[in-house]
């Protein structure tokens, strides 16, 4: 029988569900925030799953505080405005929680880019005087700056477009039928809003580039790429196949000819996990030149370059032996731990690579 004893939860900031271990000398002993953030139209519950597995296995370790100030509709407000709440609930946190050293992000779908953003936000550079240049490429010896003050450790993106979602088959639901994917792009903004409008890149704020695109250098007072850069690791999961909401591509942050090869594999611990790749971080002359001819591939070239300047730990994730493949999207986080508890061993990979 399940023990329940292990944690507990309240709301602390408007709403939000922290969870921590209900034995006080390990509750007082952990001191790494792990901030997990759920996709679009979703809930704080989201994460429910996800957050009381990392408590119970690491209950003197980690404190969990799962987001809710981006919730329901206010998903809709654009990646921008609600990177800026979440930004502000992490220092409310932090605030709340003076022990704390550390910190990882554990994102789902959109959420993945409204943390991306939100870290830009909570970025503080090294102190003066002992920075070197580490722009080019990651340099253990080189200091790094903190996310809000703490330690950055895990950078976690679930089933998130980091590509985003315009044409070459980044929606699969949508077949890869140009026409349809030309009809979303100037429809989306009426279904998700300003959200729409980033994830398809139609954005036009003031004349500045698309969103995605700035978030893949430091621009302005906000630093995308120093903050991705100062997480030790970074991993990014993806559906490779009946997730019809994120494509493999996009979710993977690969090019099509990346797209690793794989077959029906047996891994007794982690069973739905079908590849793994470590991919160093690379400079722009050791990859490819961005495509001139065609203004969709040229984007997607830039959003991949950019993203790949940093490394990353990419895990692939089948679930299409499942009698409830179709719900991929949703499966690979337990958004549901009764009917989509086929996807604890995905949650269980990510315990066990977590870095403390």
């Known amino acids: 029988m399940e023990d329940r004893s292990l944690c507990s939860s309240e709301s602390v900031v408007e709403g939000s569900r922290d969870v921590w271990s209900s034995e006080p000398s390990l509750a007082t002993s952990a001191d790494h925030l792990v901030v997990m953030v759920n996709g679009i139209l979703g809930r704080t519950t989201d994460w429910k799953y996800a957050a009381e597995q990392f408590v119970k296995e690491l209950p003197d370790k980690v404190f969990v505080h799962c987001s809710e100030r981006n919730v329901s509709i206010l998903t809709l407000d654009g990646v921008d405005v609600m990177g800026e709440r979440l930004a502000e609930e992490v220092l409310e946190v932090i605030r709340s929680k003076p022990n704390m050293r550390k910190i990882s992000f554990v994102a789902h779908s959109v959420g993945g880019l409204v943390a991306r953003y939100a870290i830009g936000r909570l970025y503080r550079p090294p102190e003066k005087g002992s920075m070197k240049d580490s722009c080019n490429e990651e340099n253990k010896e080189s200091p790094v700056g903190t996310i809000g003050g703490l330690e950055a450790m895990n950078f976690i993106a679930v089933a998130t477009p980091h590509l985003g979602s315009r044409g070459n088959k980044q929606v699969p639901f949508l077949l890869g039928v140009p026409a349809f994917e030309k009809v979303a792009s100037c429809v989306i903004h009426f279904i998700f809003r300003r959200t729409g409008r980033h994830l398809f890149l139609t954005d036009d704020d003031e004349g500045k580039p698309p969103l995605l695109k700035r978030m893949i250098e430091d621009y302005g007072d906000l630093y995308f790429m120093s903050a991705l850069r100062s997480f030790k690791r970074r991993f990014a999961y993806s559906n490779v196949d009946y997730d019809h909401i994120v494509g493999w591509r996009t979710s993977s942050i690969r090019r099509q000819s990346e797209l690793a090869n794989w077959k ?22 050791e990859q490819y030149d961005i495509l001139e001819d065609n203004n969709s591939d040229k984007i997607e070239e830039e959003l991949v370059t950019g993203l790949s300047r940093v490394s990353w730990e990419k895990v692939d994730v089948s679930f299409r032996n499942s009698k409830n493949r179709f719900a991929s999207h949703t499966i690979i986080q337990v958004k549901d731990h009764i009917t989509q508890i086929e996807g604890a061993d995905v949650i269980q990979h990510m315990i066990d690579h977590f870095l403390l």
Do not use: L, R
């Not at 982690?270 to 400079?283: F, G, L, P, R």
């Open 264 to 285: 029906d594999t047996v891994n007794e611990k982690y069973t739905h996990v079908v590849y793994e790749e470590h991919c160093k971080a690379c400079s722009d002359a």
